[in-house]
């Protein structure tokens, strides 16, 4: 938490709408979408790794069933 209040004081919002406009003159609006999902698809299988489930690996399913 500390560190998202720190990140926002140091990022108004000016600097983001910069930021922004930055991205989506340099990638185009047809590529943010996927961008995006690639980055959510990253987040995921990080939080899964540090959880310690591994998608695929059987017996995490089975687990899963069995409660």
């Known amino acids: 938490m500390i560190t998202n209040s720190i990140l926002l004081g140091i990022l108004g919002g000016q600097e983001i709408l910069?930021?922004?406009?930055?991205?989506?003159?340099?990638?185009?609006?047809?590529k943010i979408p996927e961008l995006m999902r690639g980055l959510g698809k990253?987040?995921?299988?990080f939080k899964d790794g540090v959880n310690g489930i591994d998608?695929?690996?059987?017996?995490?399913?089975?687990?899963d069933t069995k409660k």
């Open 18 to 30: 910069i930021i922004a406009l930055i991205i989506l003159i340099l990638f185009g609006g047809r």
């Open 55 to 63: 998608p695929d690996s059987d017996t995490s399913k089975k687990e």
């Open 42 to 45: 990253g987040v995921k299988e």
